[in-house]
């Protein structure tokens, strides 16, 4: 039996090469291969957020899994992020559909490579909802939504910031949401907003096109309109997406199959709900994938692809 192979692989845009990973399974092709989506921010192929200390390699470790089960794949990093960084387009021209029109492209660019011969994507966190617009444009032959979020962008943000901000600056939040939802651009922002740097960072000028563009979608709505067989996978004590998302998103699209996995956070680890070692574990690249979710996501994939196990 061959040796499992790992290489390169690339995305031409308008702005630049968007750079990937292809991870081949032992044996002989044609194989079923996964479009894997990272979340948002500075999120890597391998699920690495620059924004925070260490790795945690989860998506990484999720593509190596796969390929152990006979399923090749593709993780990128999108435009503007790590190896892709030289094709970021300038940050007030960058909005969430650019992002993706990329994964399509992906896609397109896997339905004509002859190592490949069923297409799958798994989108985690923001790239669940990027997943399920490119599914849109490119038929596939099955979907899985990892800790995606099952509500609007603007409600997802609320939700996050809703425990954590004193009532004025709160109203003042909503105030911005609701502008951006409707398509207006908020400048100045308010003066108390301004002065607290992390909202001030959330809500600059230059970022608001990417919301706008962002909180145009509800991920229920969008999902329903989805043919192919669909998984919604969902961690038990992830503090960043809830299960109530889940379950939005699961009962959009009668079928669904709905998986909640004890114990795993946003980024695929068995953590407690502590918020302090929860969070901690999103910098520890030994820990491994939560148990059951690499069986879960293959059950799945067996069943919705035809394939049987081969490793």
């Not at 990484?60 to 892709?84: F, N, P, Q, W």
């Not at 909202?199 to 043919?227: C, V």
Request: include cysteine; proline fraction near 7%; aromatic fraction near 6%.
């Amino acid at each position: 039996m061959s040796m499992q192979l790992s290489n390169e692989i690339s995305l031409d845009t308008p702005t630049g090469k968007v750079y990937g990973t292809v991870e081949i399974p032992a044996g002989e092709g044609p194989f079923p291969v996964i479009l894997i989506i990272s979340g948002s921010g500075p999120t890597d192929r391998d699920g690495n957020s620059a924004s925070l200390p260490g790795k945690n390699n989860s998506l990484k470790m999720l593509a190596a899994g796969l390929s152990t089960r006979g399923y090749a794949s593709v993780r990128y990093d999108k435009r503007g992020i790590a190896e892709s960084a030289a094709a970021r387009p300038p940050e007030e021209q960058m909005n969430f559909n650019i992002l993706v029109e990329d994964a399509a492209a992906f896609l397109r660019k896997l339905k004509s490579d002859a190592r490949f011969d069923q297409f799958a994507i798994i989108g985690h966190s923001e790239g669940s909802l990027i997943g399920i617009l490119a599914a849109q444009k490119v038929a596939l032959d099955a979907y899985i939504s990892l800790e995606g979020a099952g509500h609007t962008g603007q409600d997802t943000i609320l939700a996050q910031l809703r425990s954590q901000l004193p009532g004025t600056l709160l109203e003042q939040v909503k105030h911005i949401l609701e502008q951006l939802a409707a398509g207006q651009q908020v400048s100045p922002l308010p003066e108390g907003i301004g002065q607290v740097p992390a909202l001030a960072g959330l809500f600059r000028p230059s970022i608001q096109p990417y919301l706008i563009s962002w909180f145009q979608y509800d991920p229920a709505d969008e999902f329903a309109r989805l043919t192919a067989p669909c998984l919604v996978v969902q961690g038990e004590n992830d503090l960043q997406v809830s299960i109530t998302d889940a379950e939005r998103l699961a009962a959009a699209k009668p079928g669904t199959q709905l998986v909640v996995i004890k114990d795993m956070n946003h980024v695929l680890k068995t953590a407690p709900l502590n918020r302090a070692a929860n969070i901690a574990e999103y910098s520890d690249p030994e820990l491994p994938l939560a148990p059951d979710l690499l069986d879960e996501i293959t059950t799945f994939l067996n069943q919705s692809l035809k394939v049987r196990i081969t490793a």
